[in-house]
């Protein structure tokens, strides 16, 4: 009778704390996109996750030429085929040059060339930087969105606005996960 009773009291004080949960705002910690081609084909996907040391990305992709691909995080979540510009361009919250090697540098969006192996396929884990993936000056998920993009040739990390990486092949609208 006494546990009843316990049981009873708990109860309600436990359930409360349920619909504290459901109504709590979320917090996305990652963010998804399904990359496909100008056709549409599926051809990979990316996955960022945010970390006490900023965000991280990690994306798959095939059916690329063999060697090197510039691979950036685009400002707008949108891809439009054939050619993707509705990507807009690279994320950029802090104003800065592209490039990892400009020493006015770099977009948040730039990331390190996605390197192809003899069958098309690649994949490459990195870290992107600052960021976070809702909320704050810096939101990759802000309003209009944000987008992946692999481009047909690779990035010289140097040039502004894109490092010379030329069309867009592969395109993911990153949506919170």
């Known amino acids: 009778m006494r546990r009843l009773i316990c049981t009873a009291a708990l109860l309600p004080m436990s359930l409360a ?21 100008a056709n549409g084909k599926a051809a990979g996907r990316a996955i960022i996750t945010q970390s006490a040391d900023g965000l991280w990305i990690e994306v798959t992709a095939k059916g690329l030429t063999p060697g090197d691909h510039g691979f950036h995080v685009h400002a707008v979540g949108t891809c439009t085929a054939p050619d993707f ?10 104003g800065h040059q592209h490039g990892r090697k400009n020493p006015q540098g770099t977009h948040a969006g730039d990331a390190p060339n996605l390197r192809a192996d003899a069958s098309g396929k690649a994949r490459l884990k990195t870290w992107l930087g600052a960021g976070s993936i809702t909320g704050g ?3 990759l998920l802000d309003a209009d969105g944000a987008a992946i993009v692999i481009h047909a040739d690779p990035d010289d990390e140097m040039t502004d606005p894109s490092g010379k990486s030329g069309k867009r092949l592969l395109c993911g609208v990153l949506r919170a996960r």
């Open 17 to 37: 704390g349920c619909v504290g949960a459901i109504h709590a705002p979320m917090h996305h910690s990652g963010a998804i996109a399904d990359l496909a081609d």
């Open 85 to 94: 510009a509705s990507a807009g361009p690279h994320w950029n919250p802090s």
């Open 137 to 139: 000056a810096t939101a």
